[in-house]
T-cell receptor, first 111, second 113 residues
Framework: QKEVEQNSGPLSVPEGAIASLNCTYS??????FFWYRQYSGKSPELIMS????GDKEDGRFTAQLNKASQYVSLLIRDSQPSDSATYLC???????????FGGGTRLMVKP | GAGVSQTPSNKVTEKGKYVELRCDPI?????LYWYRQSLGQGPEFLIY????????DSGLPNDRFFAVRPEGSVSTLKIQRTERGDSAVYLC???????????FGPGTRLTVT
């Protein structure tokens, strides 16, 4: 079982819709959670971090964390074609500072 | 300010050769990480430096891989006797301190022929 799981997609949404990306993790002691966006051929770009249960909003992005369910999600409101990318969920566990990544979810926003 | 930089951007080498990949972190960042990303997968951790010392090298796949950060800034990832399976994008990230958010460089695409 992978430590961080994401649906590989593609997730296709129409322009202007809400895109919902999900991630589960196995290490119950994990403390920090991150969402990275990766365009094709580029490196991961940090877009959100979340450390405590609940919602965290930044512009069109909302990260949600539920430690009891070991679940973290990213909502993108008013999706734009420029949001089309692979979204990587990353988790920092209790031991060490390295990130463990999921395989990423490919998002396609259609005009 | 300047982000993380990596050189070269692309490296093609023959099986069995030695390669060095360089990472220059964001100025003032004490923590530096190397990851490796294969096509269609998320990055996988290789090694973490806090200052000059390797705080965690548990992700290095075997003893052909080695990394240094002699002055606590620039780091070099060294791969001996390269194999075709080493082909991947090698990513470097840095953070202000260990627990902080990590920012990635553009990566080095290594191709072993």
């Amino acid at each position: 079982q992978k430590e961080v799981e994401q649906n590989s997609g593609p997730l296709s949404v129409p322009e202007g819709a809400i895109a919902s990306l999900n991630c589960t993790y196995s290490d119950r002691g994990s403390q920090s959670f991150f969402w990275y966006r990766q365009y094709s051929g580029k490196s991961p770009e940090l877009i959100m971090s979340i450390y405590s249960n609940g919602d965290k909003e930044d512009g069109r992005f909302t990260a949600q964390l539920n430690k009891a369910s070991q679940y973290v999600s990213l909502l993108i409101r008013d999706s734009q074609p420029s949001d089309s990318a692979t979204y990587l969920c990353a988790v920092k566990g209790n031991a060490g500072n390295m990130l463990t990544f999921g395989g990423g979810t490919r998002l396609m926003v259609k005009p | 300010g300047a982000g993380v930089s990596q050189t070269p951007s692309n490296k093609v080498t023959e099986k069995g050769k030695y390669v060095e990949l360089r990472c220059d972190p964001i100025s003032g960042h004490t923590a530096l990480y190397w990851y490796r990303q294969s096509l269609g997968q998320g990055p996988e951790f290789l090694i973490y430096f806090q200052g000059t010392g390797a705080a965690d090298d548990s992700g290095l796949p075997n003893d052909r891989f080695f990394a240094v950060r002699p002055e606590g800034s620039v780091s070099t990832l060294k791969i001996q006797r390269t194999e075709r399976g080493d082909s991947a994008v090698y990513l470097c990230a840095s953070s202000l301190t260990g627990p902080d958010e990590q920012y990635f460089g553009p990566g080095t695409r290594l191709t072993v022929t």
